[in-house]
């Protein structure tokens, strides 16, 4: 089973450009986080989706954009790459309330 | 959110078993208390969670005092693979099921 799986591992972004960070998980889960984990720290949630149609802010969202439009799918957008947002982002899904979230390999960003 | 304290850090030798304390003084009666663990360069991995009661699972077991205020996971034979961050984290079902994780514990595992 592939579970959670994040595209790509690695990228290097100049200041100012955008992509999509892409997440995709073959569980049928309704819940979908993204997370951030700066060096030596816990991750921060920036933005959680409950189902399909639905998204929400989470502690960290300023600077990114999220859309789901499918269960299995859940991509971040970053429109304007700034230094601040070199981090490793990860992607969680869950299938209920208070069940375990299982997370992806995460993405490795540098922004230079 | 309750916050939990954890140490920054912690040792243990292999093979034996290791007892990571967390402190959740401000828990409330809804708060689900988890565990997940980061291997490095590898993402949150769950670990084990409960209510009240102490439970046990094929990773480890949990030890939450009577009043609730605090906690501990056991791994009962530490290995080299088990040496990672432990996160304690309280988690209210009704909110969307947010995770916050804090600094956690880092443990070393040695020969």
């Known amino acids: 089973n592939a579970g959670v799986t994040q595209t790509p591992k690695f990228r290097i972004l100049k200041i100012g450009q955008s992509m999509t960070l892409q997440c995709t998980q073959d569980m049928n889960h309704n819940y979908m986080y993204w997370y951030r984990q700066d060096p030596g720290m816990g991750l921060k949630l920036i933005y959680y989706?409950?189902?399909?149609?639905?998204?929400d802010k989470g502690e960290v969202p300023n600077g990114y954009n999220v859309s789901r439009s499918t269960t299995e799918d859940f991509p971040l957008r970053l429109e304007l790459a700034a230094p601040s947002q070199t981090s490793v982002y990860f992607c969680a899904t869950q299938g209920y309330a208070n069940q375990p979230q299982h997370f992806g390999d995460g993405t490795r960003l540098s922004i230079l | 959110d309750a916050k939990t304290t954890q140490p920054n850090s912690m040792e243990s030798n292999e093979e034996e078993p290791v007892h990571l304390p967390c402190n959740h003084s401000?828990?409330?009666?809804?708060?689900?208390i988890h565990w997940y663990r980061q291997l490095p360069s590898q993402g949150p991995e769950y670990v084990i969670h409960?209510?009240?009661s102490n439970v046990n699972n094929r990773m480890a077991s949990l030890a939450i005092a009577e009043d609730r205020k605090s906690s501990t996971l056991i791994l009962h034979r530490a290995t080299l693979r088990d040496a990672a961050v432990y996160y304690c984290?309280?988690?209210?079902?009704?909110?969307?099921?947010?995770?916050?994780f804090g600094t956690g514990t880092r443990l070393q595992v040695t020969l």
């Open positions: 984290i309280l988690r209210d079902p009704g909110t969307a099921s947010k995770l916050t």
């Open positions: 401000t828990i409330s009666g809804t708060d689900y």
């Open positions: 409960g209510l009240t």
């Open positions: 989706s409950v189902g399909a149609g639905i998204t």
